[in-house]
């Protein structure tokens, strides 16, 4: 079921608007700018604000924007300004979302692999933290005795932290479309299995040596999952969180975060599925999920600016080889990792355009759209029909406002290219702001120890 009115934002008129204003002002450019990145600043704040109604008032939520999905700091902080928190998993994240304005309290830490050190600083800051094994439970148990011990002059509440401490959990419900993706399967990486022999009596008598540890976490998948097995990740939570409550007598779980993975359509305009169908499909597997017993953290990252972004890049040259017409351009595995390594479960929509931006509208003729990088592999397309591509032409690859531009891969020691936020005025006027400015020769070569 689409979205009609999150749906209207997007669509080729509106594109073409953008590559047209980014032509005329060099933001691309065939000598100077090859490549770069767009995000449509309106749309994402149509897209926020869509989620943010899209849960009932019954109940109190935090939509924490899951930072690897674009980790740009001005993207950041205008997600924290459209009223989102911030789920980071590493210290690169972390120090985002404070250099964005964060407060601590609407920061959540998920990681496998957090340090004694990262640890220690987000709950001495206050930040949510979900924690993965049990060896990283015992380690904040030292934590805390730490902290008790550093506190007991200062205050009678020693041991205290005002983080709001939880158990990342996996029930165990299989993959989604892409394995990579899923995160519920028997033998996935994340959290405390909770089929595992003895693991669920575990957790029971953990929560209750422990009345600090008062939410339950489950994040089943991203892309790939369908809403139901998101769903049922959800139900299981919901039914361990009753559990634990029941069997101590108390209500000590409070709140649960639900995690983000909501599947992005990346085959045409269509926003499909919005936040509004999910929340519908969570209160048919989890009827009273929203009447006010458990507080809600989400953690929604493609579904937030997928749709907002696009990747324009110039065609350097074109050939054929073996009957195929190729088509060199400068968007590649640096840009778009994850299609160009596993083109079969990332598609990607390109489009065609004349030097100016404007669409090209000749006959479709099956191209390969390739990169600029060295290994054969390198494709955005294969075979794809498309108005023939000319050197001098553009290519804009579709729904790449996360995970893609913002997130690049430095194979070939290609530079990052600039990202640019836009707004189109009532009138038609496009304006751009510098989400990320293009990296340099210079700084490539101070990275890389030159
Ligand atoms: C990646 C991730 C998310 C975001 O997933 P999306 O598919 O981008 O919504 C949320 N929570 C956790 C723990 C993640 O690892």
Known sequence: MANPQLTALYGPERRELILRAAVREGLLDPDDAQLAGFLDLDAVAATVDALHRAFPDSVEV?????????????????????????EVASPGEFAQALAA????GRIVFDSPAKTRRELARALELGVAVNIDNWQELARVDELLTARQAGQAERTRQAGQTRSRIGVRVNPQLGAGAIGAMSTATATSKFGIALADEGNTARLVAAFRERPWLGWLHCHVGSQGCPLDLMADGVAATVALARRINRELGRRQVVGLDIGGGLPVNFADDRVAPDHREYVERLRAHVPDLFSGEFRLVTEFGRSVLAKSGFTAAYVEYTKTSGGRAIAITFAGAQVATRTVFAPDSWPLRVTAHDGTGAAKHGEPVEQDVAGPACFAGDLVARARPLPLLEPGDLVALLDTGAYYTSTPFSYNSLLEPAVHGVTVASDGAVRFETLRRAQTVEDLLGRTGG
């Open 101 to 104: 304005g964060f407060e601590p």
């Open 62 to 86: 935090l939509h924490a924007f899951a930072a690897k999905a674009n980790s740009l700091v001005p993207v950041l902080e205008r997600l924290r300004a459209l009223g989102m928190g911030c």
